[in-house]
């Protein structure tokens, strides 16, 4: 039996290095592939990655993209499924297969509203019942959408 595709969790621009360090982690624990589209709003150096207790950071598989365009030309459309709280489309409702593309926006301000528009019907939320908290940290939501590809990646196995 031939082993399936790992899922890709990207992160577009992030600015927040223990979020992308704990979402590193959580890529390394479930063979997911970990992209970083650049610019990155901190250093990814052997002395950075050590001072932040990063010593799994080579256990992870990661790509680096110099741009969103870049990462998106080179992406079956299909496979790309974005999250922002700016839609209503739970991830529940998602199919994911192994070898989709989970992306992520900057913490500070999600992804852009032209990428949000020209794949409007690629778009999901994680659903939050109160009106008072604006989003869910950025690993948390990471870890809740890839558990839900991994699950249903199971489901499909048994």
């Known amino acids: 039996m031939t082993t399936p595709p790992p899922f890709n969790i990207v992160l577009v621009e992030p600015d927040i290095p223990p979020n992308t360090g704990s979402i590193a982690r959580l890529c390394g624990a479930t063979d997911t592939i970990l992209h970083l589209v650049r610019p990155l709003g901190f250093s990814t150096d052997d002395k950075h990655l050590k ?9 992870v598989d990661i790509k680096y993209w110099d741009s969103l365009d870049q990462f998106l030309a080179a992406q079956a459309e299909t496979r790309l499924f ?8 739970s991830y529940t409702e998602a199919s994911f297969v192994p070898g ?3 992306v992520f926006g900057r913490e500070t301000k999600g992804l852009p509203e032209e990428i949000l528009s020209l794949y409007h019907d690629r778009c999901y939320t994680l659903p939050m019942t109160n009106p008072n908290i604006r989003s869910l940290n950025l690993a948390m939501t990471a870890g809740i959408v890839l558990y839900e590809a ?4 199971d489901d499909v196995k048994k």
Not at 51 to 59: E, N, V
């Open 100 to 102: 989709d593309f989970l």
């Open 150 to 153: 991994l699950r249903q990646r």
């Open 82 to 89: 974005f999250f922002t709280t700016k839609v209503t489309r």
């Open 51 to 59: 001072r932040a207790g990063l010593d799994y950071w080579r256990f």
